[in-house]
């Protein structure tokens, strides 16, 4: 007997196709048992024999994607001659469930912050959800920019397979966003001997107290799961910039806020004044293996 696979809508708005581009870069078996296992009926730059009018025909789509923030101004932005609120507010009542890919559709994102056009906004803020019947879960916040393709999938396959997944308060699924971007970078040991990194690019130093680390107060996995299967900003020595936060983006986002010498943000969850007193201690001591280059020319 012929397997049911899902269908699978995915449509954008005001978007630089990074979250496309990010799913293209899923580990190749992967995305290949995405492809064996849902019907991917409709992507404007991936299928080819479909349309938004097949789209509109459908009585059913089991999840809609969409990548990229919206806006109701009816001039912004047309598909198929459809501004992309009227074909999401059409689209959105066929759908079972409903997944916003990146920060940009979660809530707005950079555009929201950057444009003029104060009317841009998340997908969540411009649908009326009283009228979406066919919905089986909140809609769904994958923040990210890029989200890690990894993440799209879980989402899929875990809602393919149990049909529910438990989210956190900002509607984001538990399992991807429940620890931080800081636990499993290889920097753990310099963050607590509060040794710093000398500029961005090597592979010593913590990025926290100077180049403006997000890491400790970022809600992600990409230190456990790694991008491409082998790096992460941090392992680059790049500072994490908190792309899965809703401040994000936030100015001069690669500096520490400092007060007298102090980073105005500490670790999520820790005392201000424990961890001032923890960083004092810490400084006291002088592991020189850790002020030498890992591997000497
Ligand atoms: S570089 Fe960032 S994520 Fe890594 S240990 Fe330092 S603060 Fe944490």
Redesign the pocket.
Known sequence: MKQYKPKIVWLQAITCNGNTHSLLSSNPSRFELLLNSFDFFYHPSITTETTIDNVLELKEIDFLLLEGAVTSNEDFYKISDNNIVKLLKKVSKKAKYIISVGSCASYGGIHAKFEQNSDIKGLKDILNLEELKKLKQPIINLTGCPVHPEWILQTLFTLKEYETISLDEYSRPKNIYFGL??HG?T??E??EWKVEAKSFGHKEG???YEEG?R??MTHSNCNRILWNDVNTK?RAGM??IGCTEFDFPRTNMLQTKKNIGIPSEVPLGINKRAYLTLTGVAKTFKIDRLHKKLIEE
């Open positions: 971007a800081h970078c920097r753990n310099y963050f913590c990025l926290f680390c890491g400790p941090t500072p994490c």
